[in-house]
């Protein structure tokens, strides 16, 4: 697959694959959840007990009712921002989410929403974050030229909510004052094209309401496609109006997603007669140790926060 990558994307590509372990950082959003729980839980032979703390400590909690994991208010990858070249190291690490920026300034700030949807290795999923920013785009050879934002504080979250539609069926929904509303679904297998949010978000006022819809139609969404009580805007995310990262190809993504789709086969095969996650965690480690190895590859967790720490020196 990287050949195939490295054909279409040429010497510019290349460059952002070689700091392609910093990047990891978002593609831990979904992989963190598989390797801290799945994993250490297994060969621990954690009771439900442990599983809870685990997944505590991966910055994510569960859902009982609608089977979905999601992102605490204080997760860890708050400290880490966020910036494009996140998105680029998606697809290359197995994610193949469609992404839709939409910025805007408010408060003397320039603000980003952006909302994700779809296949993240073993989970459909769908986020929506909130970022903002006053200091000047970088611009570092070599590296990364644009906006860096950090993730919004408890006086600038917003609520949000949002249903996560594959197929015209609601898989799930997410509500709630945050910074990054997110709902994963483990071993559903989906196309980006199956899905869509419909989504809602209260402003602070009816300044900053007007000026992400200014955002929204800069995106490219038309009139008839927001809906808006001056304070709240509703709308709905399929087909994104975005350019999507160069790692996203055509050839490429079929490649990452049928193989996405045999993990998610094979996990729903495996723990299909299990309404437990321990006796999930159990099964899986009996019948697929493969799985472990597939996710402990992916390096360190110290190392990633050790490249990150380079970067900061200039944010």
Not at 106 to 126: F, P, S
Request: proline share 3%; aromatic share 16%; with cysteine.
């Amino acid at each position: 697959m990287y050949d195939i990558i490295k054909s279409q994307l040429g010497v510019g590509f290349i460059a952002i694959l070689s700091i392609l372990v910093l990047l990891i950082i978002f593609v831990l959003l979904a992989y963190r959840i598989f390797r801290n729980i799945y994993l250490r839980s297994m060969g621990q032979g954690a009771g439900m007990k442990e599983f809870t703390q685990l997944l505590n400590d991966a910055g994510y909690l569960y859902d009982p009712y609608q089977g979905i994991f999601y992102s605490k208010i204080n997760a860890w990858q708050k400290k880490f921002g966020y910036c494009r070249l996140y998105d680029e190291a998606a697809a290359p690490s197995a994610m193949i989410i469609d992404s839709e920026p939409i910025s805007f300034n408010y408060a003397g700030k320039k603000w980003l929403i952006q909302l994700w949807k779809g296949q993240y290795y073993l989970n459909t999923g769908a986020e929506i974050g909130i970022y903002l920013t006053d200091k000047p785009d970088l611009a570092i050879p070599n590296l990364f030229n644009g906006t860096f934002y950090r993730a919004a504080g408890k006086a600038e979250q917003l609520y949000m909510s949002y249903y996560l539609i594959k197929n015209g069926k609601v898989l799930f929904g997410r509500s709630g004052k945050h910074w990054w509303l997110t709902g994963f679904k483990t071993g559903e297998f989906s196309e980006t094209w199956e899905l869509s949010m419909y989504v809602r978000i209260v402003f602070k006022d009816p300044e900053m309401c007007c000026s992400f819809i200014r955002g929204m139609r800069k995106a490219g969404y038309q009139e008839h496609q927001i809906r808006s009580d001056g304070i709240a805007v509703e709308f709905m995310f399929d087909k994104p109006h975005s350019a999507q990262p160069l790692t996203r190809t055509e050839e490429t993504d079929w490649i990452v997603q049928r193989n996405n789709e045999r993990i998610c086969n094979r996990f729903m095969e495996i723990t299909e007669e299990y309404d437990n996650w321990e006796d999930k965690l159990k099964a899986i480690r009996e019948k697929e140790p493969f799985l472990y190895d597939a996710v402990i590859t992916l390096g360190k967790t110290n190392t990633i926060l050790k490249d990150f720490d380079k970067l900061k020196q200039y944010i």
